[in-house]
Every structure is written in C-alpha cells, then in structure tokens.
C-alpha cells in the first residue's frame, strides 16, 4: 500500500506540474495518434480490433488497455517491457534466458525454453508465442492492445491467462515520411528511426521504416572495461498495401530484425541482507565465449480482405524464422569481499532455431443486424530445436578441480489446427449476448538427449527421452453487455483458455517420465463497466476478475540442484481489481491513471519444489504449497500519466509528458527467499520536454527514464557452493536512469 500512495503522490506531482498549461488540443488528438481515428468522444475514442473489428475501445466487453504507438516511441520503447508502464496486473520478467509476459500473476517461467507462453504475442494477427519471433515489432507502431483474462475464443493459441496484439503502422494515402535520431548520454550510443510513406500508383501504396540502435550498456564490468549491456540493433519492415478494388485488398508485411547484445545484466548481492544491487560487475569470457546475446529474425504476413456481399472473409498468412544463441555467466563478485572474486566457475549457452507457418480464415458479418457473427478455422506448424552447452569450470569440487561440459539437444515439431465462433444477438439496442467457442487440436513429438563433451566425469546426470503429444481443447465464452445509459456500458463474462502440454526441453537428466507435461487451462468471471462522460472529457473504465488455472505450468530452480522442476501445480486463483480514469479538462491538458490489485494463491500444489522460508526437512514429494502465492507477483501496481501543451510565441509550443508507474513488493526469487528474493515497491518517474512548431514538423526533446534511478531487479537466484568459490545471489538488474536528446522531422 506504501508503493501504491507513493505512486499516487508522484503522479499527482507530474499533474500539478504541467496544470497551468494553456488551452490547445488533448494529447490524443493534437498527435495524430494512429489509434484515436473518432472525431467522436471529444476526439478521445480509441479503435481496437481486439475482437477481429474496428470498435471503440469503451464499446468492446474485455479489460483491457491499448498503448499507442506514439506513447511508446516517445520514451524510446524497444521491446515489450515498456507496456508495464502502461498496464497495471502485467509484468515482464528480465532474465538472461527469455523475457517472459504475466498477466494477473500467470504467465509460462523463462527456464524451460519449450514453453509455450500462457500470454500469446500476435503481430499483426500472427502468432508469436517465442520472444525472439518479436524482436522487430516494437518500432513505427498503430497501437499495441493488451487483453487481460483467457480469450482462447478469439485469439485461441495460447492464451490462457491472456493476449498482447501489436498493430503496426500501415501505408498512408498520402506521401510522408519522418527521421528521428537520439543520443543517450548514460547509455553512450544513439538510436535512428523513420519511416517514408505513400502512394506507388493508384491501387498500391507502401511503408518502409527502420530503425538502428548503437547503444552501451549500463553496468561497468570490471574484468573486461566495458559497459554491459551493449546493444546493436538493425530492424526494417516493408509494408505494401493493394487495393485494386472497393471490394478488395491485401497487405504483405515483412520484417527482418538483427539484433547483439554484449555482456550481460546479472549482479551479485549478499545472500544474509536484502538485494543490494551494484552497477559494477566482474566477468570474464568463459570457455563458451562472450556473453551476450545473438538473435537474427524474419517475420512475413500476407492479410487479405474480399467482400462477399454484405459479408467480409478475411485471409492472415503467416511465416516466422529465428536463429538466436543465448552465452550466459554470472556475476563473479563476492558480496563484501572488497572486490575479490571467484572464478568463472558455471556458464551455459543456448543456440536456437525456430520457424513457423500460420494460415487463419475468418468471415464477418456485417453490423447492424439482430444477430451478427465471426466464423473461422486456423492452422499452424512450427519446428524448433534448442542446444543447451553446459560448461563447468570448478576449482575445487569434493577436494580436487573440475573442468567439464555436457551438451544436450532438444527437438520439437508442433502443428495445431482449431475452428472457431463468435455470435452477437442483438437483443435489443442497449442489450447484447454474446457468445464465442473454439476447438483446437495440437500435437508434437519431441526428443532430448544429452552427453558429456568433457571432463572427468559427468557433473550432471546423462539421459535421454523422447515424447508424443495429441491434445484437444474446447474454450467457451459468453458475455451479457447492457447500455445503462448512453455511453456507459456493463459487462459480465464467463471465459475459458487453455494451453497445450510440451516437453522439458532444457533441463539435465530429463527421461522419459518426466519428459511430458499436460495442457493447463483457466477459467475468468468478469464484470465491469465502462464509461464516457461529459463528452468525451472523462474516461472511466474499472473491471472485476475472479480467475482460476488447472494444471498450471511451472518450472522452478533448486538451488541444491542447480537445476529446475518443471510440471504441472494442480490449481491457482487470482481474483482482483482493475480501472483506468483518463480525463481531458480542456482542450491543452490530459491525464490519465490505472491501478490494480490482485490477489493470488496456489489453491493445491503437491511435490513443489520447498521454498526458503519452509523447514530444512522439507522435500518436493511431501511439500505442497496450498495457500502461498506465486513469485513475481504483487498485490499492487498502477502508473499515472499527465500530458500539456503550451502555445508558444512564432508559431511554437512546447509539450510535457510525465509517467509515473509502480508496483508493491514482490518475491523474485523461484524459492521466494524473504531476504534476498524480495523486490520492495518502487515507482519509476519518466519525463519528455519536447519544442515543436505547431505542425510538429520538427521537434526537439530532452527524454528521462527512470529519473530517480531506482535500482530494480527482475529476477533472482543463489548460486550455491561448491559450484562456485563463494555461495551468494545473482540478481538480474533493470535499466538504471538514462537521460536522452532526440531531434526529428516530418515530411
């Protein structure tokens, strides 16, 4: 609650800073924002296609939160981390392996890298369920919409605890284009981008935008003088639209991302006091090679709109290839030890592959009628190999040195096929029913195998296992939605999701009984209400969620194992509260709040790995961990946001933008240690000055993230003795404050 009021009080400070403004136009409207296309509502409604039309969002029976793709730009967001800002009850946990999306405190654990996500990515209508598919999306965005609760009916393919839809930005029917470039003073690199826009001939128009970052890293690491972690990015999209007809038209995107990134983002911290993490790290190359990252990916999608009389059938094709390796160390610093460290004693590395295929069919009704309706059928197939290299280099195990490697290799081919629907009846015009159901039917074959490369003996046990999978699932929902009065609407929902069971994909001495895991599913009761008031000046939505998941996915670290548990928890609950209050005064001034709080809980959860604070003689095959909450989740988080505008002599003005986003404490440590594991609440301020002329033809920008430079983690472990000199925790820092200047034009 302390985190929630300090938030409070930091986003009523930014408002009180930029309310004397004068009037102009609301922030929405004055920046062409891409998702707020209505004059109606006072220029504020926001279209989404979060059930596979344009609707405004106030109109559509889903808690959700929509983030333009100016709001991200203006704070130079390159990946999905920056939706947290925005998205109260959603968090991305950072780790060396894959950055993972929850949502309402569920989500798929980053240590099993053949996990499919219980929070499904969709770009541009394609799927993309694996974090380096989307290493392109998050530049020269429309909006990215994010869903909270299952919607397995619409969306289908994972998303059992819920869904982003990034939209980027199309052609424009008339030429334009801009350049922006920004220095980070902290990060000592720059990041261009820009895009040029317009017509080819009369029924092909097209898009091309990039974007290049050449930035430094933002923890010293003493044993190599450099700046951790270095980024070297190169992202492109080429869109082409065609419109021969009225009647028809069709979009090909393609987007190719190259993206390095050099050292790592993991501290050491005492393992007898609170996370105490430093900027400075010691770590030297391993006998793997630099750490880092290296992730090259291509992502292709063909969408098709023909009309069939008064009915639309809608064509989304898919293609997306990765090729990625993942060099991973940890911090060698001893805790206390005046700079001393240990050797680089443990160290792994991930070599992916990955490419899918994705054909969904859909047709729509038109609107306007008693009853309407979306029908469709998907398919999809993927095949996805995953290396794991495990090197060992100990200068003192059971008395004597050990410098070995085990190797493993993990295979999985993947085709799923559903069918879909989606009926609205009508009642009358303030009463609707609406009712969805879909069948999805997946199945994989997978294998794993590992074997000692060197090294004395093997450190970890050799095995191998092999596993088939044929699984259906059925994902109903049905939702009452009735117009109280104009333009306020309520809400009640019943939903189910699911995901499909997978393999253990990376974890050393895998067999074949423990190889396979089952499907989780969820449950959502929902209700809420949403309103627009006085014309559009006061936006105020609030939901609440009772959630439930069967035979949730997990895969927790031991650290007396130095390896991970992954199966299934039989059941969790969360249940809370969301709302969202945006408020337009007058025609220079906005700002806009969203809170949430949730409460979580495994309902049953035997043979869980133990967690510290249980009694020594605890084991996984008595432990069960009814009642506890998950790690990573708080009770609170919210951000406020305050936007104006002041009109300046010689045609000028001068826009602030200030962000204040938070969260209470939370336990980010797989054992939920209540000494080291424990992340305390914190809000991080971000600010934009910008001085435009008043066609925002040109501006100029001073940026700020993260001003009052909170030193946040995502992630933590204890890495034990004897796999290395000294025991202690290695926690996974988050970006510390950087200040930018960007300067840009539109043409």
Not at 488 to 508: I, P
Not at 588 to 608: E, L
Not at 681 to 703: E, F, I, M, N, P
Request: charged residues 20%; contains cysteine; hydrophobic residues 35%.
């Amino acid at each position: 609650m302390k985190a929630l009021n300090h938030l409070l009080l930091s986003g009523a400070a930014i408002a009180a800073m930029t309310s004397y403004a004068v009037p102009a136009f609301a922030q929405a409207s004055d920046a062409g924002d891409a998702a707020a296309a209505s004059d109606s509502g006072g220029g504020n409604e926001i279209i989404v296609t979060a059930q596979k039309r344009e609707q405004s969002l106030q109109d559509v029976p889903i808690s959700m939160e929509v983030v333009s793709g100016q709001k991200l730009a203006e704070f130079n967001s390159n990946d999905i981390k920056a939706v947290m800002n925005y998205t109260p009850n959603v968090f991305v946990q950072s780790t060396a392996g894959n950055d993972v999306i929850y949502i309402r405190g569920f989500g798929s654990p980053p240590a099993n890298f053949a996990f499919d996500q219980s929070v499904s990515l969709y770009v541009d209508g394609v799927y993309a369920g694996r974090s380096r598919q989307a290493q392109a999306p998050f530049f020269d965005l429309a909006r990215v919409e994010v869903l909270r609760g299952p919607q397995g009916a619409l969306f289908g393919k994972n998303t059992a605890a819920g869904a982003v839809s990034v939209v980027s930005a199309g052609p424009t029917s008339t030429p334009e284009g801009a350049f922006t470039a920004l220095y980070n003073f902290d990060h000592k690199g720059i990041d261009v981008s820009g895009y040029i826009s317009g017509p080819i001939s009369d029924t092909l128009s097209a898009r091309l935008a990039y974007k290049i970052v050449n930035q430094d890293g933002y923890i010293r690491n003493l044993a190599t003088n450099h700046d951790d972690p270095e980024v070297r990015q190169q992202l492109a999209r080429l869109t082409l639209k065609w419109e021969p007809s009225s009647d028809f038209d069709y979009t090909v995107k393609a987007e190719y991302a190259n993206r390095d990134v050099i050292g790592g983002i993991t501290v050491s911290s005492p393992l007898d006091g609170p996370q105490d993490p430093h900027t400075t790290r010691y770590l030297e190359r391993s006998a793997l090679g630099d750490e880092g990252t290296r992730t090259e990916s291509v992502m292709v999608s063909g969408t098709g709109n023909i009309a069939l009389g008064d009915y639309t059938l809608t064509s989304v094709t898919g293609y997306s290839w990765f090729n990625a390796n993942i060099v991973n160390g940890f911090d060698q610093t001893i805790p206390g030890g005046g700079g001393a460290a240990t050797n680089n004693s443990v160290y792994n590395s991930f070599p992916e592959r990955f490419d899918q295929f994705s054909q969904e069919l859909r047709i729509l009704s038109p609107t306007g009628r008693t009853f309407e309706f979306i029908a469709g059928a998907y398919y999809d197939r993927s095949n996805y190999r995953l290396d794991q290299l495990q090197g060992f280099n100990i200068e003192d195990l059971f008395g004597s040195p050990y410098f070995g490697r085990i190797d493993s290799r993990f295979n999985q081919k993947a085709e799923s096929w559903s069918v879909f629907g989606q009926g609205t009846l009508n009642l009358s015009d303030a009463f609707r029913i609406i009712g969805s159901l879909r069948y999805s039917h997946t199945s994989k074959d997978g294998d794993f195998a590992s074997r000692l490369v060197y090294g004395p003996f093997a450190i970890r046990p050799i095995s191998s296992a092999e596993g088939s999978i044929s699984e259906g699932n059925v994902d109903p929902s049905i939702t009452l939605q009735y117009d109280i009065a104009p333009r306020v609407m309520v809400y009640a929902t019943y939903g189910r999701g699911s995901k499909s069971g997978g393999f253990v994909s990376n974890t050393l001495g895998t067999v074949d009984s423990t190889f396979t895991f089952e499907p989780e599913r969820s449950t959502n009761y929902e209700a809420g209400i949403k309103s627009t008031l006085f014309d559009g000046a006061v936006v105020a939505n609030v939901s609440a969620y009772h959630t439930e998941f069967k035979d949730l996915q997990v895969s927790v670290y031991q650290p007396e194992s130095s390896s991970y548990l992954t199966g299934n928890a039989a059941s969790a609950t969360s249940k809370g509260i969301e709302g969202s209050l945006s408020i337009f005064p007058f025609p220079n001034f906005d700002v806009t709040a969203s809170g949430a709080y949730q409460d979580i809980k495994y309902d049953d959860y035997p043979g869980a790995a133990c967690l510290a604070s249980q009694p020594a003689t605890c084991t996984p095959a008595t432990n069960n961990l009814a009642g506890y909450s998950p790690a990573y989740t708080s009770k609170w988080t919210g951000s406020m946001t305050a936007h104006a505008r002041f009109d300046l002599p010689s045609d000028l003005k001068l826009d602030i933008t200030g962000v204040a986003a938070g969260r209470s404490k939370y336990f980010d440590s797989d054992d939920q240690s209540p000494i080291f594991g424990v992340q305390k609440g914190y809000v991080k301020l971000d600010l934009r000055v910008q001085l435009s002329d008043q066609d925002a033809g040109w501006h100029l920008a001073l940026v700020g993230k993260n001003l009052t430079n909170q030193l946040t983690t995502g992630s933590a472990f204890r890495l034990p003795a004897p796999i290395t000199g000294v025991s202690r925790a290695i926690l996974y820092l988050e970006p510390t404050r950087n200040i930018s200047v960007e300067a840009g034009f539109k043409f």
